[in-house]
């Protein structure tokens, strides 16, 4: 089953406009990640935050987590349209040893 | 540093025979997880392994699907016989332990495309 569930499914912005992706997943955990896909390609790991941060960057990424509410957002500011791909969340539940996905979001930049 | 190798790319089989993907881990990695991801679905576990020990097989379809992981370096995973719904890509990941933990990212190869006639 998936654990964390991302909002919107899709998402199509032009270039140089900021893109928002949001996860929200069910049980406590250690930490959650966000990957980046393009397509026919393998997963790429961008950022991970722990269940103790709050907020994270990593150049043109911010992370925020809120575990009280079990979401997690993810912006792209200045966005490119390398930046086109899938956008998955995921987690490692507290207690446990395997990685979750959601269903991602698929974010398409248009030049 | 060379990253998760994975073989073959792409396989076309018809339902009922029998297929196997081949993946090497990053050297030193302890862990390695073998996801299926259905067209526009999330990556779904189906087994991890730590050295060569399996960690969780819980969604492995064991009447069909077998893994092992010689050695505790890379990995097979075979389906016999395969159905339609197998078709899928087939990712293979590995990460390292720091303080008996997994240090959390999981580095990925670039999959192996499977379509089931």
């Known amino acids: 089953s998936q654990q964390g569930e991302e909002d919107p499914q899709a998402l199509s912005i032009q270039e140089g406009e900021n893109a928002t992706m949001n996860c929200s997943y069910k049980?406590?955990?250690?930490?959650l990640q966000w990957y980046r896909q393009n397509s026919g390609r393998g997963l790429v790991h961008l950022i991970l935050?722990?269940?103790?941060?709050r907020e994270k960057h990593s150049g043109r990424l911010r992370v925020t987590l809120d575990t009280s509410k079990k979401s997690s957002s993810l912006l792209i500011t200045a966005s490119r349209a390398a930046d086109t791909a899938s956008y998955f969340c995921?987690?490692?539940?507290?207690?446990?040893?395997?990685?979750?996905f959601g269903a991602g979001t698929r974010l398409f930049v248009k030049a | 540093e060379a990253g998760v190798a994975q073989s073959p790319r792409y396989k076309i089989i018809e339902k009922r025979q029998s297929v196997a993907f081949w993946c090497n881990p990053i050297?030193?990695?302890?862990?390695l997880y073998w996801y299926q991801q259905i067209l526009g679905q999330g990556p779904k576990l189906l087994i991890q392994?730590?050295?060569?020990?399996?960690?969780?097989d819980s969604q492995l379809p064991k009447d069909r699907f077998s893994a092992e992981r010689l050695k505790g370096v890379d990995s097979t995973l075979k389906i016999q016989p395969a159905k339609l719904e197998d078709s899928a890509v087939y990712l293979c990941?590995?990460?390292?332990?720091?303080?008996?933990?997994?240090?959390?990212?999981?580095?990925f190869g670039e999959g192996s495309r499977l379509t089931v006639l």
């Open positions: 935050i722990r269940s103790n941060e």
């Open positions: 990941a590995s990460s390292t332990i720091s303080g008996g933990k997994n240090t959390g990212e999981l580095f």
């Open positions: 049980t406590s955990i250690n930490n």
């Open positions: 050297s030193g990695h302890a862990t």
């Open positions: 392994f730590q050295n060569n020990g399996v960690v969780d």
């Open positions: 995921a987690t490692d539940r507290t207690g446990g040893f395997k990685t979750i």
